[in-house]
């Protein structure tokens, strides 16, 4: 039973997948469904491709239509933009603060959650949802004045708290619904058995959130990695993060393109080599809370 | 706990009891707390603000104007009703497309196939992209002279278009943009909610001989409402709100002849790009007070839908 729950982030009461596995009916049918599955993939994958292609190209092969696909590879362009921009400070920047805003807003928003889910504090919980609904820029007037009095912007802590903003509010959400679906009775038991409340949390509730855990720190993880307004107000040359040290290459001079499609690569390929190991994750944190109706 | 002494006991005891009894607002108040100093307080400080001329410096001493930022603001019909109706727009015509193909795409996921994890990879990848690099990525595919969307219309003998650079095309060039991005999302919502559902109603509607379509319709459709509802709910707060790939790929102002700037980027370039704090705030507070109200409508509909 444990097993169980700990293993399947988020599922855990739901019954396993109910899938027909009825054969389809027409060929014709299922000839017209891989063509249309293959160009799907296609129109997902090709700009990525393409970034990607474009990232080892010199400026001259790129502006040459017929070296679109075939042409000799270079590693310039990432020599350039990890060598000559110091993209690697920009890079620990987006980890450092991606990484402390998803620790924080998880100590914060589990035990929240959980309090949320069990007393039903839908009220409570509209007032940390609302965050969602909120146009971050809002926020950020009065954040910067604050915070520039008292000399914070360009630090750290400022862009982890801004962060938090954009965490804390998907963690409690992800983690409300994963509590929800959480049997009551295994914590119940552990009551019996002599545990108070909180420490049927600690030893029982917790333990099993591991997957929701999971689930909800990388999203966080991810949104916090991608996030461009916060930082491009209140980062300073030395806290940036990567997203806006890529805006900050367009704005000078004529557009490298295969600098800038190496530095569009390498604040991408993170997030995407987090997606593929923990596809399974992703997707039940971004439907968490979809199916309740 | 068997060594404890006595005393040390009774007063972790009274701890433990007080933290037990009062669990609820104990768990809660941390979080809360948070999201009401980093929240309330600056929300209270926009509204505050936009009563005020700030401008300039945001230390400079500012004053009371009423509701002239607000008049301001509504008699704009230069920048803020233009921006108004790009928002609309731009969110309108992607979330209808979304809904659409991602509906489409989620009812040809359904079932199983082989390879089912690789198309849920590649609609995956999308999703997790950093929108920025997303908006440089699209910047050179739309390049008028060397991207691939032209060389693509000219292999099939098509006229090339200016894309992102012409008044005209630059908004549904970006709308483009975030279908590319969100769809997957509208797809995995869907797909979440298709395979929750009970296969009953629909073997049911199979042996009294509806077709596919009818079953669609007038079964599967009506069930999946719900979550076809949060979806359009997730996705229109965010498209509303979008700022990064329209900043990325226009910059300030939404391009010279401010083509693709909505509401948030108005506010953005009225805030820190000419820094008239107390007309921003204005224009934020109108531009919140119409996503509450979209949510609103939304949400009533969901309740009217559920009874």
Redesign the interface.
């Given at each position: 039973m444990s097993a169980t729950i700990a293993d399947r982030p988020l599922t855990a009461a739901?019954p396993g997948?109910?899938?027909?596995?009825k054969p389809?009916r027409s060929r014709a049918y299922k000839v017209f469904?891989a063509v249309?599955?293959i160009l799907?993939?296609l129109?997902?994958?090709a700009?990525?491709l393409?970034?990607l292609l474009?990232s080892f190209k010199t400026n001259v092969d790129?502006?040459d239509?017929s070296k679109?696909v075939f042409f000799t590879p270079t590693w310039d362009n990432y020599d350039n933009v990890l060598g000559r921009n110091n993209y690697l400070i920009f890079v620990f920047n987006s980890f450092w603060v991606a990484f402390c805003s998803t620790a924080l807003s998880l100590v914060?928003?589990v035990?929240?959650a959980?309090?949320?889910s069990?007393?039903t504090?839908h009220r409570?919980a509209l007032?940390?949802l609302?965050?969602?609904?909120?146009?971050?820029?809002?926020?950020?007037?009065?954040?910067?004045?604050v915070f520039?009095?008292m000399h914070l912007v360009g630090g750290y802590s400022v862009l982890i708290?801004s962060h938090?903003?954009v965490a804390?509010?998907l963690i409690?959400y992800i983690m409300m619904s994963f509590f929800d679906s959480m049997p009551l009775e295994l914590e119940e038991s552990a009551q019996v058995d002599g545990l108070?409340?909180?420490g049927a949390?600690n030893r029982i509730t917790l333990p099993l959130s591991v997957g929701g855990i999971a689930t909800a720190g990388i999203l966080s993880f991810?949104f916090s990695?991608?996030n461009?307004?916060f930082a491009l107000?209140l980062s300073g040359a030395h806290t940036k993060t990567?997203?806006v040290a890529?805006?900050n290459f367009?704005?000078y001079a004529s557009i490298d393109?295969g600098g800038?499609?190496a530095?569009?690569?390498v604040?991408?390929i993170p997030?995407?080599v987090?997606?593929?190991f923990t596809?399974k994750y992703?997707?039940t944190g971004?439907?968490a809370?979809?199916?309740?109706? | 706990m068997a060594v404890l002494t006595p005393t040390r006991k009774s007063a972790w005891q009274a701890y433990?009891d007080w933290?037990?009894a009062h669990?609820?607002?104990?768990?809660?108040a941390?979080?809360?707390i948070?999201?009401?100093v980093?929240?309330a307080?600056?929300?209270a400080?926009?509204l505050y603000?936009s009563l005020t001329d700030a401008h300039g410096s945001?230390?400079a001493a500012s004053h009371f104007v009423g509701f002239r930022n607000y008049l301001q603001a509504l008699g704009d019909m230069d920048r803020f009703w233009p921006a108004t109706a790009r928002t609309f727009a731009f969110t309108l015509s992607a979330l209808a497309v979304e809904m659409v193909l991602g509906m489409c795409?989620a009812l040809?996921?359904?079932?199983?196939?082989r390879?089912e994890k690789?198309?849920?990879?590649?609609?995956?990848?999308?999703?997790?992209?950093?929108?920025?690099?997303?908006g440089?990525?699209?910047r050179?595919?739309f390049d008028p002279?060397?991207g691939?969307a032209n060389?693509l219309l000219n292999f099939f003998h098509l006229p090339s278009q200016p894309w992102l650079s012409s008044t005209e095309t630059a908004l549904p060039t970006l709308v483009f943009v975030d279908i590319?991005q969100w769809t997957?999302?509208v797809v995995?919502?869907l797909?979440?909610?298709l395979?929750?559902?009970?296969?009953e109603p629909d073997e049911a509607a199979r042996i009294d001989g509806a077709n596919a379509w009818q079953r669609f319709i007038y079964v599967t459709l009506p069930l999946l409402m719900?979550?076809v509802i949060?979806?359009v709910l997730?996705r229109s707060?965010d498209a509303l709100?979008t700022?990064?790939i329209l900043?990325?790929t226009k910059?300030k102002g939404g391009g010279s002849f401010n083509e693709v700037e909505t509401l948030?980027v108005y506010?953005?370039g009225l805030?820190?790009d000419y820094n008239k704090?107390g007309l921003?705030?204005a224009v934020?507070?109108l531009?919140?007070l119409i996503?509450?109200a979209c949510?609103f409508l939304l949400t009533r509909r969901r309740k009217g839908s559920?009874s």
């Open positions: 739901a997948p109910k899938r027909r596995r389809l469904r249309a599955l799907i993939v129109v997902f994958i700009p990525l393409w970034m474009a790129i502006y239509a679109a914060l928003g035990p929240a959980y309090a949320m069990r007393f504090m409570s007032v940390v609302m965050a969602r609904i909120i146009p971050g820029v809002s926020l950020l007037v009065p954040w910067y004045y520039s009095n708290l938090m903003f804390l509010p409690v108070t409340p909180i949390f991810i990695w991608n461009f307004m107000v990567l997203p890529i805006f367009v704005s393109w800038l499609m530095a569009a690569v604040v991408t997030i995407m987090i997606a593929l596809q992703i997707v971004l439907t809370g979809a199916t309740k109706g | 433990s933290a037990n669990r609820k607002w104990l768990f809660a941390p979080a809360m948070f999201v009401g980093l929240i307080f600056p929300l400080w926009t603000l945001v230390r795409i040809l996921l359904w079932r199983p196939f390879g690789w198309v849920r990879v590649a609609i995956l990848l999308p999703l997790v992209a950093t929108p920025v690099a997303v440089m990525m699209w050179l595919i002279n060397i691939f060389q590319w997957p999302m995995l919502i797909l979440a909610g395979t929750s559902l009970s296969e719900p979550t949060v979806a997730l707060i709100k700022f990064d900043y990325a910059g948030n506010a953005y805030s820190f704090y921003a705030s934020l507070i531009f919140f996503i509450v949510m559920n």
